[in-house]
Structures are given as structure tokens and as C-alpha cells.
């Protein structure tokens, strides 16, 4: 039978849902090889993607390396040992625990569990980019609350009074990332508490603790405490920035039984592999490792905002192992610039903000290489 006879689609593509075709795909920071490829250049520096430049546990790469030896097999798909270890160190019951593929997988199986055509969702505008995909693709409505004005405490970061206001009788799902990605800013303990405490139940809030191992260092609260008592709360994080395990893929959901329940029956089997459950065990194992890498990065963070803002750059306070810089009108002509000189920071227009670049805090002497790049590039130099 021919493709017209059959009623088949001119093209394959249109055989997906309207709402997905309706996405923009997530765009990462860009990969080293990838700058090698284009312009020729060696001896990069990479300050696009928020990883940790201080690397994992030795612990953690010598547990990589033992399973190794039996990736040939299958890994345990309840991740059972890890949900131990985890509900040791959170002092939480293990079947609060739920377990992903890095923290996005935790999202998308948040919206595909509770979203559908007939919710909606709550989101921040330049929030973090994942959280509108996830609920668009199932085609619930989003609703983008206005952040904060630039000339704010915390200029663009979540308004949780407009977020509020935007919680409808058919909302689910309530994002907030504390700190946010790609502006750094946070909500405090009492106004974040507030919140927690007057969304209605039928809404469930989730909170994005992706940089939690920096944010307590900089006083961003953290809700683990209070999820006992909030059963539509659901607390997120991830082994792939404090823990320096980005590459494996490791994140996992705190929240009530019920929750945990629910997204477990949509869970993908096996979608945690065992080298990246072994190395995240032994990870857990070792928190000095950890502490003293956070403490070094949360130093350098500040020193360089100091420095940026001491070439006349505005810097949005960050509770991150990032910082959000104001690069003006230049941004773009800027990003090209370093990139040719061998560093890699990441441009947020896609976030709204064409006038910005999100710099993730490196070694010392990477961070320098990127001021010392910056400086003659900034207008007016």
C-alpha cells in the first residue's frame, strides 16, 4: 500500500505529540571537544556546566572501578543498598527514597505521574529550563510566575508571592529551585516556609536542591526537615555537583511514602546503573571529601564575584557554585571571545536573559585564566 493510500505522515516527525513538537530542546553547556572541533583550540577550560572542578571521592572512583567488573549484569532496579546508605545519611526511611538517572530523570518522572492535559504546573521565570519542558511535553498548562526586577535583593530569582497567586484549582505540580539555576539567588527560611505551609494539598511542591552541599554555606535552607510534616512536599538532589559524580548520573527524590510510591510505578527499570549506585554509596561515605570541596569552591565563588564586580561587572548573589554576570548588550560578542581564548562559560539567552553569562566557580587558576581573558573584553576597555 503506498504512503498516500495509507494515510501515513509526510513525515515521521508529525507522528509525535503536538505538545512535544511544540518544545525546544534543553541546549547544555558546551562540551570541550566539541570547542576543539570548531575553532581549533587546546588546553580548554570549561566554566559552562556548574561540575565540580575538585572531582569525586577517591572512595567513589576506586567503588567506579570495582563494578566495572560486573556491568556484564544487570544492576539491582530497586537500589536497594543506595537507598540504605541514603536513608542513613538523610536519617529518613528509605521508603521516602526515590532514586533517578540525575535529578532530571526525578523531574520528568514527576510530570508524567502527575500531569496531564487537564493540570497544570507552577514554575518562576528563569527558573531552572527543565522544569517547562517536562511539564509542557505532557501537555499540561505552565504557568511561568514573574520573578523577582533586576533591582531586587535577589534580581530575578523566585517571587514566591506571584508564584502563589498563580496555583489554580487544577495545579499539581509546584517547582522551585533553591538556590535557582542560572541566577544563584535563593528564598529564605521563613518566606520558603510560608509557602510550603499555604499551598493547598492537591498541589504537590517540589524542591530543587541540586547545589545543596554550597547553598548551607551561604544560609539557603533546606526543606528535608520538614517534609515529615508537608505529605505534598517532595525535596530533590543530586550526587552530580557536590559529590562530583555528573558523568554517572545519580539523583534521588525524598518525599512521603505515597509520593514515592506513585513515582516508582512509573520509575524506568534499572535506570540507576551499578557503577553509578557503587560510586555514590561510597561517595556518601566519605563527607570530609565533600565538605572540604564545597568550602574551597564557596571561597572562590566569593573571591571572584569581588573580582568581577571590582571590572565593573554586576554580580547576582549566589548561593550556587556558580555565578550569574551581567555582561550587557556585549554578552554574546563576549561568550564568542572567551571561547576562542580557550574558556567556556555558558550564555543564558535561552533563559530570557541575552544580556547574561552564567560562569561556574573552577580551580583558582582557571578562574584567573577567565578574568584575566574578560578584562580587555568588557566595554569601554
Given at each position: 500500500?503506498?504512503?498516500?493510500?495509507?494515510?501515513?505522515?509526510?513525515?515521521?516527525?508529525?507522528?509525535?505529540?503536538?505538545?512535544?513538537?511544540?518544545?525546544?530542546?534543553?541546549?547544555?553547556?558546551?562540551?570541550?571537544?566539541?570547542?576543539?572541533?570548531?575553532?581549533?583550540?587546546?588546553?580548554?577550560v570549561k566554566l559552562a556546566s556548574n561540575e565540580n572542578p575538585y572531582g569525586p571521592s577517591p572512595a567513589a572512583i576506586a567503588a567506579m572501578h570495582a563494578a566495572v567488573a560486573s556491568a556484564w549484569l544487570y544492576p539491582d532496579g530497586s537500589a536497594?543498598?543506595?537507598?540504605?546508605?541514603?536513608?542513613?545519611?538523610l536519617e529518613v526511611p528509605a521508603p521516602w527514597?526515590?532514586?533517578?538517572?540525575?535529578?532530571?530523570?526525578?523531574?520528568?518522572?514527576?510530570?508524567?505521574?502527575?500531569?496531564?492535559?487537564?493540570?497544570?504546573?507552577?514554575?518562576?521565570?528563569?527558573?531552572f529550563a527543565i522544569y517547562p519542558l517536562v511539564i509542557r511535553a505532557t501537555?499540561?498548562?505552565?504557568?511561568?510566575?514573574?520573578?523577582h526586577p533586576p533591582a531586587a535583593a535577589m534580581p530575578y530569582?523566585?517571587?514566591?508571592?506571584?508564584?502563589?497567586?498563580?496555583?489554580?484549582?487544577?495545579?499539581?505540580?509546584?517547582?522551585?529551585?533553591?538556590?535557582?539555576?542560572?541566577?544563584?539567588?535563593?528564598?529564605?527560611?521563613?518566606?520558603?516556609?510560608?509557602?510550603?505551609?499555604?499551598?493547598?494539598?492537591?498541589?504537590?511542591?517540589?524542591?530543587d536542591e541540586a547545589y545543596y552541599e554550597f547553598a548551607t554555606l551561604s544560609g539557603c535552607p533546606s526543606v528535608l526537615p520538614w517534609v515529615a510534616d508537608h505529605p505534598n512536599l517532595i525535596m530533590l538532589r543530586t550526587f552530580s555537583k557536590g559529590y562530583g559524580l555528573a558523568g554517572l548520573r545519580?539523583?534521588?527524590?525524598?518525599?512521603?511514602?505515597?509520593?514515592?510510591?506513585?513515582m516508582n510505578r512509573y520509575r524506568p527499570a534499572f535506570n540507576v546503573s551499578n557503577v553509578a549506585q557503587s560510586a555514590a554509596i561510597a561517595a556518601l561515605g566519605d563527607q570530609e571529601h565533600v565538605q572540604?570541596?564545597?568550602?574551597?569552591?564557596?571561597?572562590?565563588?566569593?573571591?571572584?564575584?569581588?573580582?568581577?564586580?571590582?571590572?565593573?561587572?554586576?554580580?547576582?548573589?549566589?548561593?550556587?557554585?556558580?555565578?550569574?554576570?551581567e555582561a550587557g548588550a556585549d554578552a554574546p560578542r563576549i561568550y564568542d571571545q572567551l571561547l576562542r581564548g580557550g574558556v567556556i562559560v555558558r550564555p543564558i539567552g535561552g533563559y530570557g536573559l541575552p544580556r547574561h553569562l552564567r560562569v561556574s566557580v573552577g580551580?583558582?587558576?582557571?578562574?584567573?585564566?577567565?578574568?584575566?581573558?574578560?578584562?580587555?573584553?568588557?566595554?569601554?576597555?
Open positions: 500500500m503506498s504512503a498516500q493510500g495509507s494515510g501515513a505522515a509526510a513525515h515521521p516527525g508529525q507522528l509525535a505529540t503536538a505538545a512535544v513538537r511544540a518544545l525546544s530542546p534543553y541546549v547544555p553547556g558546551k562540551p570541550i571537544s566539541e570547542l576543539e572541533r570548531e575553532y581549533g583550540v587546546t588546553d580548554i536497594h543498598e543506595l537507598k540504605q546508605a541514603l536513608a542513613v545519611h527514597l526515590t532514586v533517578g538517572n540525575g535529578s532530571n530523570e526525578l523531574l520528568l518522572m514527576l510530570a508524567e505521574t502527575f500531569l496531564n492535559a487537564q493540570c497544570s504546573a507552577v514554575c518562576s521565570q528563569y527558573g501537555g499540561a498548562a505552565c504557568l511561568e510566575a514573574a520573578a530569582g523566585h517571587d514566591l508571592a506571584a508564584m502563589a497567586r498563580a496555583v489554580r484549582p487544577d495545579t499539581r505540580l509546584v517547582f522551585i529551585a533553591n538556590p535557582n539555576n542560572p541566577t544563584g539567588t535563593w528564598v529564605d527560611h521563613e518566606a520558603l516556609r510560608s509557602f510550603i505551609e499555604a499551598v493547598p494539598a492537591h498541589a504537590l511542591v517540589v524542591l545519580v539523583g534521588y527524590a525524598v518525599s512521603h511514602p505515597e509520593v514515592a510510591d506513585a572540604v570541596a564545597a568550602r574551597r569552591i564557596v571561597a572562590e565563588r566569593e573571591r571572584m564575584a569581588a573580582a568581577l564586580r571590582a571590572l565593573g561587572v554586576p554580580v547576582a548573589p549566589s548561593a550556587g557554585n556558580f555565578l550569574m554576570v580551580l583558582p587558576e582557571q578562574n584567573e585564566r577567565l578574568l584575566r581573558l574578560l578584562g580587555p573584553l568588557l566595554p569601554g576597555r
